[in-house]
């Protein structure tokens, strides 16, 4: 019998967009000394059927009883792109965004310009400050140090 | 027995109204949406004659607020969106729930199809938490911008808020092969001027051929497994603070007074925890 597939199948050439989440994702750990992480995570519904790879951006407290915030939630197909965001009412405003409008990012340069906006807002900045200081609080009650 | 308030203040400036309401139905539980007064400008006037209420702050979520009569540390947030906060509510000396409060966006600015798409993110965050935290007493209030009708709140997927106590109480439903909780939804038995109070808690005569004039776009839903601690006769639409009427002359919603919504009232006889 022939063997009629491609033989480069097993090489990959493009990151998927949540590979490029995950990696972001991964740098706020050291940032905060491990009090404020990020993660990646698969929604358990569709939020649009035609675009079935649904994640969405998590900032976690461990030291909170696990509190989390949600920061964004992106969906696409099995094309990766267009990539669909769904962003807080903050993030949104600050992005210039008027309420109803889609964010897309059509290809790899324009998901990383997005994400860099989202991570780099204010909003979110709010949020991971608010995180910190309420862990650093807990820690010092527990009488453990944060740093 | 726990009393709780919720509240879209309307981004009214509301100090007095807010502390006459709580003095007149003894809250003990907050929960204000569209506030433009300061937290501590509200505390203040809700510890006016006693010092009863501490602030529940969010720690991402700033647009949702509580105030209980028992110290924040009995009200920690586990999950925030800026429209969503999910507290687990465990008041000296009586079993722990979780509340989850909510304020989606409203109609002019979001579509149906995406409040609906809204409502199953959020049955997604409830039941994730549910399974975490390892019990389903949870409640589920706010102003929802919908109503109770609408596909969002009533679909499997969505929230899955029944108008009947007794299908609740079944627990869930298979659809598709998955299985999704339900919620109670009560808000359906204050629908309509066949009850006491007002049909609705938001009144809007807009000028097209499809309107309701009253919605019940701020509602409490309830899971099953808290069924037996809420009685329906403990829920009301208030219209009134003790020292003054929230409806126009007319009998709708003053947002001069109070608010274009009108407050819901509700109470929980939870347990003494063992």
Not at chain 2, 102 to 126: G, M, N
Request: charge should be negative.
């Amino acid at each position: 019998m022939t063997d009629l597939w491609p033989t480069d199948l097993g090489t990959v050439t493009t990151k998927s967009p949540v590979t490029i989440l995950k990696e972001q994702a991964s740098l706020l750990g050291a940032k905060t000394k491990n009090i404020v992480k990020a993660k990646v995570q698969k929604t358990p519904s569709y939020i649009v059927p035609a675009m079935p790879f649904n994640y969405e951006f998590m900032l976690h407290a461990p030291a909170l009883d696990n509190y989390s915030y949600r920061l964004f939630v992106v969906a696409y197909d099995v094309d990766l792109y267009p990539v669909r965001f769904w962003v807080n009412d903050a993030i949104a405003e600050e992005m210039g965004i008027k309420r109803g409008d889609d964010l897309f990012a059509t290809g790899e340069e324009q998901l990383i310009e997005i994400l860099a906006r989202i991570l780099g807002s204010q909003k979110t900045r709010q949020v991971i400050q608010a995180i910190l200081s309420q862990s650093t609080d807990l820690v010092e009650i527990d009488g453990v140090s944060s740093a | 027995m726990i009393t709780l308030l919720f509240w879209n203040v309307g981004a009214a400036s509301r100090p007095i109204q807010l502390s006459d309401l709580a003095t007149r139905y003894d809250v003990d539980v907050v929960l204000l949406a569209e506030v433009v007064d300061e937290p501590s400008d509200l505390l203040l006037a809700l510890n006016k004659t006693v010092v009863a209420y501490s602030y529940s702050p969010g720690i991402g979520n700033r647009t949702i607020h509580i105030f209980a009569k028992f110290s924040e540390t009995y009200a920690a947030p586990i999950i925030e969106t800026d429209r969503l906060t999910v507290r687990r509510l465990n008041p000296p000396g009586t079993e722990e729930i979780l509340l989850a409060v909510v304020h989606f966006p409203s109609k002019y600015a979001w579509s149906d199809d995406s409040q609906s798409v809204e409502c199953t993110r959020l049955a997604d965050d409830i039941r994730r938490i549910e399974e975490t935290t390892g019990h389903q007493k949870t409640v589920l209030v706010g102003d929802f911008n919908m109503n109770p009708f609408e596909s969002g709140v009533v679909s499997a997927a969505g929230m899955h808020a029944v108008m009947d106590r007794k299908v609740a109480q079944r627990g869930t439903r298979i659809v598709q092969k998955r299985e999704y909780p339900f919620f109670y939804n009560p808000m359906w038995s204050l629908f309509g001027d066949g009850t006491p109070g007002p049909a609705g808690t938001f009144y809007h005569p807009h000028a097209e051929h499809k309107v309701y004039f009253w919605n019940m776009f701020d509602q409490v839903l309830v899971r099953p497994a808290l069924l037996d601690r809420f009685r329906l006769d403990d829920l009301a639409i208030i219209d009134h603070t003790g020292e003054q009427s929230l409806l126009t002359n007319t009998g709708i919603p003053n947002p001069q007074l109070g608010s274009d919504h009108l407050p819901i009232l509700f109470r929980l006889s939870l347990s003494v925890r063992k």
